[in-house]
Structures are given as structure tokens and as C-alpha cells.
């Protein structure tokens, strides 16, 4: 048995999760097409979630911060989004790729800068007071969501609202019998920059370095002369913006979107941080594929199941490793 | 001369007062030894030192300036460096980010670089392993190499021998001696041998005071002072 998991370990650990769950599911399906087609989603869904999930486990792993109000910051970079690509209806229809295109850069940058601003003040107001203190922060958090979601009313009223798609993102390409959608394309390559921008960041930069000696113990960090409180600031605005963008993003896929996005995602969001393990930004781009893969995959071979497929995933993981897949070295 | 001044320094941890007015100068240069019984106030002092608990009241002067109340970040600024008893290594991170992370520019000042590596031979075997991956010696020396890859004027340093093996902790004790060839070392230790062949200062602190300080010369010497203050029988 040791011998097998040092094997496994060799191989990819686990890391061939993923592969594991595709080669299964591809058993099960039996139909070639139609597991290319969910894997597509799959991978294009676990790219989204990563991105709403990569901030809160920094933020998490590194503030020790329970932040339920980080699905606020989904909803809003969602809504927000949704305006400037209403607004910039013309461009999201027009028969031009750069119309189009600069249409997404606005609509992506609006929700990046709203997700700075908001994350710096729910960081400054909110989230300072009640540091060490899990159930102030739980009250609080929750609260500021519940506030948050009647501002987006507020705003942008109960009914639900289309999302306008730009052009170019539209239909699918056919490879053979697949069907891929241009915009799960997109999301999963956007996801993908993403990951790669954040681990050159944490793994090639004395900022990297901090975020992750600081994931691991604060008050060293502080010890060796750096100023953590400052650092906190900072991840909590880019988590924050993070989460905007995912937003964005799971606007366009869903389409239509009501002020309940965000309370709905951050279920999908915490249970990716707890599979990957707190902090750990590979653990949570492994804990959020999986999470898209299985949604997928069950849904289409079991949907009665859809709903709890998550969960019994969790629970899975979690019976076989308490602290998640890759959590950051405590 | 004086380095660094604790004056009637009081600290409370939750509701519990530890400290109840720790007085004493540390002076430059050399290791000065912390000793008591468990709970006595040893490590307390070290981190009020460090502003990781604030003495309230009594102040912390060190090179002749208040840093009472200063952010652990400023105070680590000012040349003092912290070894925490649990070592405080970054068990993710590489033997060569962990000492890269201590140093001010983000670089390493290769001459001193050279002078941990003949100290700690086994930090550069394991420079690209990660940390946690050390063993306990390994760790120790680490934090200490991490302590001093940058000069520091004062190095705080908790109960550094806990658990290791007596070729290490001798290996330790030749270290500290070199280190404070160029600083000073404030060291808490529970070991009264390991103690007493380094240390060229001493004090005891009882139930959150200073019991006594003097020389260690003095103290090695005197086995019913010892018994009365650390319940050493000789």
C-alpha cells in the first residue's frame, strides 16, 4: 500500500485526481463526444470558480480571515460587468473583433477596479476591527453580504438581467462530433492566465515570498521586519478583485443573473477552498477543477445527484485528507 | 555600555499578568544568559522585547531609544532579530527563501553568506530542500542562520537546545560563541550546562522579576544559589 502511494506521489500524486475522475467518467459515458463536451465544461466551470476561490484562500490561508462577504464581491463584479457591456452594447454586437474585444477589456476592467476599491475598504472597515476573532468576523461578514445584496437590488431591482455576450465569444467551434463553446473557451484560458500569473507572483517575487511565508506564520514574518498589516491590504484587493472578475465571467456563461449569484457561488467557492486546502493557490486550482469536472459529469450521468455532487466530493476528499488536497505548509 | 534597557516592564497575556515589572540592562556584546523555571517569565520577556506582547507599563530602551510600543516590523528594523522557541522556520519554503527572506535588499551579502555556511555546513547540503523536510538540528540551525544573514545588533533567541541531540547542541554552542564575537545574545535557556559555557552575563527571572543577574562566573559558582533560584542541586 505505502508502495503504491510513493508510486502515485512519483506520478503527479494528487494532481492525477483530475485525470483519474476524466478516465472514470469516460467509462461511464461511454460516448466519446459527449465526455469531450463535459470535460470542456468541466474545465471551463473549475476555471471560473478558481477564479472566485483563489482570493478567499489567500485571504483565508493568509489573514486567517473567514470571509463570508467575499460572494459579495462575485455578485458586484457580475452586475457590474453586466452594465458596461450594456452600455457598450454597440461594441458587444458589432461585427468586429476589436469592438468586441474592447468591450470585454472594459466590462473585465470595471469589475477589476470595483473588486480593488471594494476589497480596500471591506478590508479597511470591516474586516480590521474583528482580526483574531472567527465568530465577529463570521457576524460581521455575513452581514455585510446581506447589505451587499440589498445595495445590488437597490441598483439594479429583483429582476433578473441579461447579460449581453460579446460577438466574438459567441457559438462554438465543432471538432468532429465535439462541440466546444467559444466562451468556455475563453473563460478556461483566462482562468489559466490567472493561475500562471499568480504562481509566477507567489513562486518568482519577494512579494510571492512574503504572501507565502506569511500563509504559513505571520508573526515571524513581522519578526524579520515586514509589515504584514500592509500586505494584508494588498491580497485582500487583488482577492477581492479576483472574485470580481470570476464574477464577470460567470455572468456571461450563466447569462442571466439575479442579486442571489453571489450567495449561490460562495457555496460551489468554499467548497473548492476546503478540498484544495487553505492558502494553497495549486490546491485550490485542483480543488476547483474537480469541482467543475464532478458537477459535470454527475449532472449528465446522474442529475438527480447534480446538486449534492459537490458535496459528497467534499466529504470524500476531506475523509480521505482532513486538511484538503495541497494545503499550504502550516 | 548598555545595549538594551527593560525598565519595570509589566506584561499581561489575557487576563493573566506574567511579567510583573521586569527590570534589568543587557550590555553589548557576548551572550547573556535568561534562566528560570518553567512559567517564569522567559520567553514573555523575549517577545515583550520583540513587541509580539506590549509591556504596559514599563519601557523597552534599546541603543538609548524608547521602542516601547513600536510595531514588531520597526522594532526588527533596529537591528534586533527573534528565535522563537518554536523556531519559526517557513516549512514551505526553501532553505535559500527562508535566509533570502531575512536579508534587507533581497540579496545575499556573499562574505557572510560564506561565514553561515561554515557554521551550518548543513544549510548549504539542503539549500534547495524545503524546509520542513529539515530535521530538528537542521531547523534550529536555520533559524539561527536566518537570525544573523543580516548584521544585527541584538539577536533574541528562546531556548535554542530543546530536543536536540548533544553533537548539535555542541555544534550550537561554537556558533553562539562566534556570533557574538560581532552582537549581542539575549538567550533564554532551560539547559544550565549549555548555559553556563557560553554565557558572560546571567539572570534569573522568578514569577515574572528579576530574581538576580550578575556574572555567569559568579553563578556557576555559587551551587546554593542555584539550588534556591533554579532547584539545581549540583
Redesign the interface.
Known amino acids: 500500500m505505502e508502495n503504491l502511494s510513493n508510486i502515485l506521489g512519483r506520478m503527479g500524486g494528487v494532481y492525477l485526481l483530475p485525470a483519474g475522475l476524466a478516465l472514470g467518467a469516460f467509462v461511464l459515458i461511454g460516448a466519446p463526444a459527449s465526455w469531450a463536451t463535459l470535460t470542456i465544461a468541466g474545465l471551463s466551470m473549475g476555471m471560473m470558480v478558481f477564479l472566485m476561490a483563489s482570493g478567499l484562500s489567500l485571504i483565508f490561508g493568509l489573514m486567517d480571515v473567514l470571509n463570508f462577504g467575499h460572494s459579495a464581491f462575485i455578485s458586484f463584479g457580475a452586475f457590474v460587468a453586466a452594465t458596461v457591456l450594456s452600455l457598450l452594447g454597440g461594441w458587444v454586437g458589432a461585427d468586429s473583433v476589436f469592438l468586441n474585444s474592447m468591450a470585454l477589456v472594459f466590462a473585465l476592467l470595471a469589475a477589476v477596479s470595483f473588486g480593488l476599491a471594494a476589497g480596500w475598504f471591506f478590508e479597511s472597515v470591516i474586516i480590521r476591527p474583528v482580526y483574531h476573532d472567527h465568530l465577529r468576523q463570521i457576524l460581521i461578514t455575513m452581514g455585510a453580504l446581506i447589505v451587499s445584496e440589498q445595495i445590488i437590488l437597490a441598483l439594479w431591482g429583483g429582476t433578473p438581467i441579461t447579460v449581453l455576450r460579446p460577438h466574438f465569444l459567441e457559438g462554438a467551434i465543432i471538432l468532429g462530433n465535439v462541440s466546444v463553446e467559444i466562451y468556455r473557451l475563453f473563460a478556461f484560458g483566462l482562468g489559466l492566465v490567472a493561475f500562471i500569473g499568480l504562481y509566477l507572483v507567489l513562486n518568482r517575487s519577494r512579494i510571492g515570498l512574503l504572501v507565502r511565508a506569511g500563509v504559513e506564520n505571520r508573526e515571524m514574518v513581522e519578526a524579520l521586519g515586514f509589515r504584514i498589516d500592509r500586505l494584508f491590504i494588498g491580497v485582500f484587493m487583488v482577492g477581492s478583485a479576483l472574485a470580481a472578475v470570476g464574477g464577470a465571467m460567470w455572468a456571461g456563461y450563466e447569462t442571466l443573473i439575479t442579486p442571489a449569484l453571489g450567495g449561490e457561488m460562495m457555496i460551489v467557492v468554499f467548497i473548492v477552498v476546503i478540498i484544495g486546502g487553505l492558502g494553497s493557490i495549486k490546491g485550490t486550482l485542483l480543488g476547483a477543477i474537480m469541482v467543475g469536472l464532478t458537477a459535470n459529469y454527475v449532472g449528465f450521468l446522474a442529475p438527480k445527484l447534480a446538486l449534492a455532487s459537490n458535496m459528497i466530493l467534499m466529504t470524500i476528499i476531506l475523509l480521505w485528507r482532513p486538511n484538503g488536497l495541497r494545503p499550504a505548509v502550516k | 555600555m548598555t545595549l538594551l534597557s527593560l525598565n519595570n516592564m509589566k506584561t499581561d497575556i489575557g487576563q493573566y499578568a506574567v511579567l510583573h515589572g521586569v527590570t534589568l540592562d543587557i550590555p553589548e556584546g557576548g551572550v547573556f544568559v535568561l534562566l528560570g523555571r518553567n512559567g517564569a517569565g522567559k520567553t514573555t520577556t523575549l517577545r515583550s522585547i520583540?513587541g509580539?506582547w506590549n509591556p504596559t507599563p514599563g519601557s523597552v530602551t534599546f541603543r538609548g531609544a524608547d521602542i516601547t510600543g513600536l510595531?514588531?516590523?520597526d522594532i526588527?528594523?533596529k537591528g534586533i532579530?527573534?528565535v522563537?522557541e518554536n523556531m519559526?522556520?517557513?516549512?514551505?519554503?526553501t532553505v535559500e527563501?527562508n535566509l533570502?527572506?531575512?536579508t534587507?535588499k533581497?540579496r545575499f551579502d556573499q562574505p557572510r553568506l560564506k561565514r553561515i555556511y561554515a557554521l551550518f555546513p548543513a544549510l548549504e547540503q539542503f539549500w534547495t530542500k524545503?524546509a520542513?523536510s529539515l530535521s530538528g538540528g537542521q531547523k534550529q540551525m536555520l533559524a539561527v542562520a536566518?537570525a544573523i544573514i543580516e548584521p544585527r545588533a541584538l539577536i533574541l533567541i528562546d531556548e535554542p537546545t530543546k530536543g536536540l541531540a548533544p553533537s548539535i547542541v555542541a555544534a550550537m554552542a561554537e556558533a553562539f560563541r562566534e556570533i557574538s564575537q560581532s552582537a549581542t545574545i539575549l538567550l533564554v535557556e532551560q539547559n544550565f550546562h549549555f548555559a553556563k559555557s557560553i554565557g558572560r552575563d546571567m539572570a534569573v527571572i522568578d514569577d515574572g522579576l528579576v530574581a538576580h543577574a550578575g556574572p555567569m562566573a559568579d553563578f556557576a559558582a555559587d551551587t546554593e544559589l542555584q539550588e534556591r533560584l533554579l532547584s539545581l542541586s549540583a
Open positions: 520583540m509580539l510595531h514588531t516590523a526588527a528594523r532579530a527573534y522563537p519559526g522556520i517557513f516549512g514551505g519554503l527563501e533570502i527572506l531575512a534587507d533581497g524545503q520542513w536566518r
